[in-house]
Nanobody
Framework: VQLQASGGGLVQAGGSLRVSCLAS????????MGWFRQAPGKEREFVAA????????DYADSVKGRFTISRDNAKNTVYLQMTTLKPEDTAVYYC?????????????????WGQGTLVTVSS
């Protein structure tokens, strides 16, 4: 199983960026997919998750209204569209996959992880 995240980069505060995660080696359409992030010196935190059929997208309070998670099961890809970015959004963003839909906000429940993509928001 491989999860390959891409799309990170440097963006100014207030800007937008979309990160993607291409999955292979698993039946993608059956997996709940999540995005987590880890800033320097901080623990990894939940950002967003979406169930296998695109239902119940959920977000951390810190990104609600600014970030949108979506998936394209035909392309085995999950996306995170980020808008109105803030310097505090700077982090390495990781995609992750799990077979069940419960406890999707808990990193320990995910079986598979991507390598991460760095998002830097300048002020």
């Amino acid at each position: 199983v491989q999860l390959q995240a891409s799309g990170g980069g440097l963006v100014q505060a207030g800007g937008s960026l979309r990160v993607s995660c291409l999955a292979s080696g698993l039946t993608f359409s059956r997996y709940t997919m999540g995005w987590f992030r880890q800033a320097p010196g901080k623990e990894r935190e939940f950002v967003a998750a979406i169930t296998w059929n695109g239902g119940i997208p959920d977000y951390a309070d810190s990104v609600k209204g600014r970030f949108t998670i979506s998936r394209d099961n035909a392309k085995n890809t999950v996306y995170l569209q980020m808008t109105t970015l803030k310097p505090e959004d700077t982090a390495v963003y990781y995609c992750a996959g799990k077979y069940s839909s419960g406890n999707y906000y808990r990193a320990l429940t995910y079986s598979y992880w991507g390598q991460g993509t760095l998002v830097t928001v300048s002020s």
